[in-house]
Antibody, heavy 117, light 112 residues
Framework: QVQLVESGGGVVQPGGSLRLSCAAS????????MHWVRQAPGKGLEWVAF????????IYVDSVKGRFTISRDNSKNTQYLQMNSLRVDDTAVYYC??????????WGQGTLVTVSS | DAVLTQSPLSLPVTLGLPASISCRSS???????????LNWFQQRPGQSPRRLLY???NRDSGVPDRFSGSGSGTDFTLKISRVEAEDVGVYYC?????????FGQGTKVEIK
């Protein structure tokens, strides 16, 4: 069965950095695009970033461009989200999601990132 | 960006009765490949989102057939034919036609 397990969340000060990881299993990771989606506390869902199966193309929501970098290691079945220059409004649960039919068919359990001084 | 507007934002429902959620887009969601990438997700309390429907009306595996989707262009609807207690949660529409992908604000379904 498909499993996506995020890790790397925590508390960081404004301006700090954090790297999230998502370990995938149960499907051929190198054949699928992957996403990060976030949800601020008590708020709705926001798509953050996408990476193609071969890692050759990456797309970001405007609010994180230049600060966040999505990447993947197909040999480790893992994708990453490097987050720099973090702001208070980046506080959210970050979900890893598998791409399918220009949508997300599987989600991880999420990892909480809290940006606070 | 394609702005998705859901209504209502709160939906008190009676068990066994139908329910309906609307999702309207600020621009057509027909992709250049002629598909319409409008999806519906359910998020139960304390859980990760789960996809119910993709490309307007295609149910995911394991999704009860009381859930159905319809619509075209800019107007879409999620219908629950007979609400059950396990349907409580927040429902989101989401479009994958235009970058950046966007979600509606969410509709909270609760039992009266």
């Amino acid at each position: 069965q498909v499993q996506l397990v995020e890790s790397g969340g925590g508390v960081v000060q404004p301006g700090g950095s954090l790297r999230l990881s998502c370990a995938a299993s149960g499907f051929t990771f190198r054949s699928y695009g992957m996403h990060w989606v976030r949800q601020a506390p008590g708020k709705g869902l926001e798509w953050v970033a996408f990476i193609r199966p071969d890692g050759g193309n990456k797309i970001y929501v405007d609010s994180v461009k230049g600060r966040f970098t999505i990447s993947r290691d197909n040999s480790k079945n893992t994708q990453y989200l490097q987050m720099n220059s973090l702001r208070v409004d980046d506080t959210a649960v970050y979900y890893c999601a598998k791409d399918n039919m220009w949508s997300f068919d599987y989600w991880g359990q999420g990892t909480l990132v809290t940006v606070s001084s | 960006d394609a702005v998705l507007t859901q209504s209502p934002l709160s939906l008190p429902v009676t068990l066994g009765l139908p329910a309906s959620i609307s999702c309207r887009s600020s621009q057509s969601l027909v992709h250049s490949d002629r598909n319409t990438y409008l999806n519906w997700f359910q998020q139960r309390p304390g859980q990760s989102p789960r996809r119910l429907l993709y490309k307007v009306s295609n149910r995911d595996s394991g999704v009860p057939d009381r859930f159905s989707g319809s619509g075209s262009g800019t107007d879409f609807t999620l219908k629950i034919s007979r609400v059950e207690a396990e349907d409580v949660g927040v429902y989101y529409c989401m479009q994958g036609t235009h970058w950046p992908w966007t979600f509606g604000q969410g509709t909270k379904v609760e039992i009266k």
